[in-house]
């Protein structure tokens, strides 16, 4: 993704609702914490666990299948196995949310 795409508008997530939005065919988690939007891939790089219906606490989510959890702002996991995602650059343009390039870890 070199441009950003917009995904959703800013009503659409309440803070701690997370979803599932489509950017060329790839699936991404939008997480919405304390008013501010992070994105990561969507797949549990252990079995492919979907990260948007994880539990959320402050940063990190928890895969719903086997708990690994993820900082939502960066992707690395927090369980000291090795495991990361991806995460994306957002933006916020009016009312609308933008998901842009993957991030550099």
């Known amino acids: 993704m070199e441009r950003f795409q917009k995904v959703a508008r800013v009503d659409e997530l309440r803070p701690g609702q997370s979803k599932v939005v489509m950017v060329k065919s790839r699936a991404i988690a939008l997480f919405n914490v304390d008013g501010q939007y992070y994105a990561i891939h969507n797949s549990c790089p252990h079995e492919?666990?979907?990260l948007a219906e994880g539990r959320l606490k402050g940063f990190v989510v928890s895969c719903p299948w086997h708990d690994?959890?993820?900082?939502?702002?960066?992707?690395?996991?927090?369980?000291?196995?090795g495991y990361c995602v991806g995460s994306y650059e957002i933006r916020i343009e009016g009312a609308d949310v933008l998901i842009g390039p993957r991030r550099k870890i």
């Open 48 to 50: 492919g666990g979907p």
């Open 68 to 81: 690994l959890a993820f900082d939502v702002r960066n992707g690395q996991g927090t369980d000291g196995g």
